[in-house]
């Protein structure tokens, strides 16, 4: 049985920083893309970031609104995927999930692609 946890959110103030894990299980942890997207009440669950392995590269793919404040990673001895956010903005505010799929290609925006998701973790920016 495939299980995602997250861990890691909480309550912080406009320029704070906060890192997410989120700890995989049952499955071949090395061979997923692990993706973090975001979802706000009423709107549609949104990309964060991405990364990928490949042999011995990492491959990282981030938002537009993240890029430049959040930084994606993963241990994959640990079967971990952290997300590190930084310069936080109240806009960040939202339920932070992770998820995993095996697929090629480059959509790994698209939800559709991942095969397993956590339950998530709120994320919350005061200003």
């Known amino acids: 049985q495939v299980q995602l946890v997250e861990s890691g959110g909480g309550l912080v103030q406009a320029g704070d920083s906060l890192r997410l894990s989120c700890a995989a299980s049952?499955?071949?942890?090395?061979?997923?893309?692990m993706g973090w997207f975001r979802q706000t009440p009423g709107k549609e669950r949104e990309f964060v970031a991405t990364i990928t392995t490949s042999g011995m590269l990492m491959y990282t793919y981030y938002a537009d609104s993240v890029k430049g404040r959040f930084t994606i990673s993963r241990d994959n001895a640990k079967n971990t995927v952290y997300l590190q956010m930084n310069n936080l903005k109240p806009e960040d505010t939202s339920v932070y999930l992770c998820?995993?799929?095996?697929?090629?290609?480059?959509?790994?925006?698209?939800?559709?692609?991942?095969?397993?998701w956590g339950q998530g973790t709120q994320v919350t920016v005061s200003s």
């Open positions: 998820a995993a799929g095996d697929f090629s290609g480059s959509s790994y925006y698209e939800t559709r692609k991942y095969d397993y």
């Open positions: 049952g499955l071949t942890f090395s061979k997923y893309k």
